[in-house]
């Protein structure tokens, strides 16, 4: 597979990637070099380069982005189903971003979040994790219109293109970023959340 090439975007979607972001990514010299936890980082060594999975992989990797729901992939989800999904997922071929992450989520136990980690941790330099954090930083610099919680795969469809603006604008792979917009979230939001609700009391 190439290194490359990405998957093919709808024509009718146009990602907002504001300066704001391209900037504060670019001034950055603290979050982007905080490395994944131990946990994840053997994880991704596991799952590097992987052409499908099978129904212990999926589980683990659900157990490890979605703990609450990975019970269901161990107790519901079918082996011979599951190879096959993943497998055409993953493969090097013209689905969208959205169409991947909802073939994915049809597995039981799987949502989008967790879909979206079985794309990027198996094929970390094309594809980024979606989660609360990440669009919440997005949101932040208004590169995305709205909160959101219950992820669709219209939502990472959107998100995946504006990653795809940022790592040409920022030289970095949607696998970095994605750990970039999560860390400024966690430290830099979120702490700033909590100051201000300290000062309210």
């Avoid at 594809?127 to 208004?142: K, P």
């Avoid at 795809?164 to 970023?177: G, R, V, Y």
Wanted: net charge positive; charged share 25%; hydrophobic share 40%.
């Amino acid at each position: 597979m190439s290194e490359t090439r990405r998957p093919r975007p709808p024509e009718d979607w146009r990602p907002t990637c504001p300066d704001g972001l391209v900037a504060a990514i670019k001034a950055d010299t603290c979050l982007k070099h905080i490395a994944p936890n131990e946990r994840l980082s053997c994880l991704l060594k596991k799952m590097a380069g992987k052409t499908h999975l099978d129904k212990a992989e999926v589980y683990e990797i659900a157990r490890v982005k979605s703990p609450r729901r990975a019970a269901r992939v161990d107790a519901l989800a079918d082996e011979c189903g599951m190879r096959t999904l993943t497998g055409v997922a993953l493969a090097d071929n013209d689905l969208t971003y959205g169409q991947r992450s909802a073939l994915l989520a049809s597995i039981p136990g799987v949502g989008i979040p967790t879909a979206s980690a079985i794309l990027t941790w198996c094929q970390p330099s094309r594809y980024a994790v979606i989660d609360f954090r990440v669009w919440e930083t997005l949101r932040h610099f208004d590169a995305v219109p709205s909160k959101r919680i219950a992820f669709t795969s219209f939502h990472y469809q959107g998100y995946s293109l504006v990653i795809n603006e940022l790592s040409a604008q920022t030289e970095m792979c949607p696998f970095d970023l994605d750990r970039w917009l999560w860390e400024f979230h966690r430290n830099k939001i979120q702490n700033s959340g909590q100051a201000e609700r300290g000062r309210a009391l």
